[in-house]
């Protein structure tokens, strides 16, 4: 009997990441193609569906394709439509699961990245069993899924877990989004360049980080930095830490969930990261929550995470886990 | 044919009321005990259950009681106790569903009294037929139920919904629990009168409020003289209401809701804390969720609001609404 599989599709800003995915997470097939090289939304399903349709054929024999699940900044899971996504090119709001279920003749679902990234944490991953917890996509920004009584929260528009856009310091930092103060200018790849930045302007210290010409500074320099013991780097994960674990704070305080988990980029520091949020968020939880919420690091394939993801909504929707 | 009834019960420092409640809301027999009086659990239960059997015995004829819904500080839905109520003179983690289901004979469900504020609001008052809102309660602190794809948030451990205990204010005004800056610091009842005082310290203009003995002051005597033009206590809605929307905004990005229904002593005054709670929450909103959010008063009956709400999960949990 030939077994059920399903299509995971990660978009991003610069790849598209898509692979055939079996219900126990073994990925088949996994390829790419640039997004950024189609601005045309057509252009690039034409090149995509084609490369998709070609998968299914050459897996026919052994599987069944039963569903397609995508992860895309700001996909929404109500609409099923792409709308305004600041990192991709194709403007305004876009029809996507009604333009690939036409292309696919297969049933498509769609959220955005960070709740296909709580999907694949509760398929596949470290919430696996877990009918109450928080993802945090700490990347260029920082996302959120929230999962409460094992169902994703969507809210009343699918647009909840914005838990980026939320504000840690009162007419603080300026955001891309228009807001001062919001969570992500400080807590992300890009924000604790800004504190790395902000730390080297204000303090004499030496640091290995005085090296590097600025404008090209990354989060990746900052943990190397810190790894090998610079303490202004250091300083700058204490910061970062600190930001994001008075949040979660809050966060715990509005739904109690079982775990937070970090995902992304800048979650790779592991315990540069963790330590100071754990210490932060603890400090500032109500004696109740006290040292009952886990906090954990993503338990998914790093390489294959976003199709992870992507792929459990495609089994999610399925109703197959 | 017999109707179905519950029993409603609203379980506060001071006192307790009930009633027994009809589908449409009506309240039959509505009556209330001291709960000051009590300070053992079971002499209290054995005089509130005297009363409820009275009732029972005498509407028998018309009505079958099918259950009873409670809502008091601290009640835990999981656990069916109340855990370490500070308001309550019964100390330590109380089992009453336990205890009044030996007495009563009849399912017995207990919430949390912003909890059952918001099933009330749910089952009779503003937010009928929503599935995603929140009922914030503006009483001495400020409590939050919190309903998303139409269930009630409990959280992991049922301590999900406090709101009150987020930061509004990086290491501002201390708080009962132990932490500084908490939203219920500022937004209630208490936290209206330290504002109103602060304001009165830092200003020389004339104010009524002046005229009062300070240690006296009650939300109650700022609202009157708010109505009667105070500038300075028209400033105090202001501040209260600004820290109020500023954290519904975070709310808004957490969870999305359709509404978000303002409850409670403090709400009463109507338009001179919604206005500012609006405005600064539209302020704070990221832009995909500006003017959507309905900001809402409590449509229910204010004398048995808190009955309603407690009735209301009975309803729920009989699964007869």
């Given at each position: 009997?030939?077994?059920?599989?399903?299509?995971?599709?990660?978009?991003?800003?610069?790849?598209?990441?898509?692979?055939?995915?079996?219900?126990?997470?073994?990925?088949?097939?996994?390829?790419?193609?640039?997004?950024?090289?189609?601005?045309?939304?057509?252009?690039?399903?034409?090149?995509?569906?084609?490369?998709?349709?070609?998968?299914?054929?050459?897996l026919k024999k052994k599987f069944t394709v039963i569903s397609i699940g995508i992860g895309a900044p700001n996909g929404n899971f109500y609409t099923g439509n792409i709308q305004f996504a600041p990192n991709l090119?194709?403007?305004?709001?876009?029809?996507?699961?009604?333009?690939?279920?036409?292309?696919?003749?297969?049933?498509?679902?769609?959220?955005?990245?960070?709740?296909?990234?709580?999907?694949?944490?509760?398929?596949y991953g470290a919430a696996k069993g877990m009918k109450d917890f928080i993802v945090i996509t700490l990347g260029t920004g920082l996302g959120?899924?929230?999962?409460?009584?094992?169902?994703?929260?969507?809210?009343?528009?699918?647009?909840?877990?914005?838990?980026?856009?939320?504000?840690?310091?009162?007419?603080?930092?300026?955001?891309?989004c228009g807001k001062k103060g919001c969570l992500e200018t400080y807590a992300s790849a890009t924000g604790i360049v800004r504190t790395m930045c902000e730390i080297l302007n204000m303090r004499k210290e030496e640091s290995l980080i005085r090296k590097k010409e600025l404008t090209k500074l990354t989060s990746q320099d900052i943990y190397i930095a810190a790894k090998k013991g610079d303490m202004l780097a250091l300083e700058a994960f204490e910061?970062?830490?600190?930001?994001?674990?008075?949040?979660?704070?809050?966060?715990?305080?509005?739904?109690?969930?079982?775990?937070?988990?970090?995902?992304?980029?800048?979650?790779?520091?592991?315990?540069?990261?963790?330590?100071?949020?754990?210490?932060?968020?603890?400090?500032?939880?109500?004696?109740?929550?006290?040292?009952?919420?886990?906090?954990?690091?993503?338990d998914l394939n790093n390489e294959n995470a976003a199709i992870l993801g992507a792929a459990a909504i495609g089994w999610k929707q399925a109703d197959k886990k």
């Open positions: 009997m030939k077994k059920e599989i399903v299509i995971g599709i990660d978009i991003g800003g610069t790849n598209t990441d898509f692979a055939f995915v079996d219900n126990k997470g073994k990925c088949y097939l996994r390829n790419n193609i640039r997004t950024d090289k189609y601005p045309d939304i057509d252009t690039f399903l034409d090149k995509l569906c084609g490369e998709l349709k070609n998968g299914v054929t050459s090119k194709w403007k305004g709001s876009i029809p996507l699961v009604k333009m690939m279920k036409e292309r696919m003749s297969l049933p498509v679902v769609l959220t955005n990245d960070a709740n296909a990234a709580a999907y694949g944490e509760m398929i959120s899924g929230i999962v409460i009584n094992g169902e994703m929260v969507y809210g009343h528009d699918g647009f909840a877990g914005e838990l980026g856009h939320t504000t840690v310091i009162p007419n603080g930092r300026g955001c891309g910061i970062t830490g600190k930001y994001v674990g008075m949040k979660l704070a809050d966060a715990v305080a509005f739904s109690s969930p079982e775990a937070i988990i970090l995902f992304g980029g800048l979650a790779k520091a592991g315990n540069f990261i963790l330590d100071p949020v754990k210490k932060y968020m603890e400090q500032n939880l109500l004696s109740i929550y006290k040292n009952k919420v886990k906090l954990l690091l993503s």
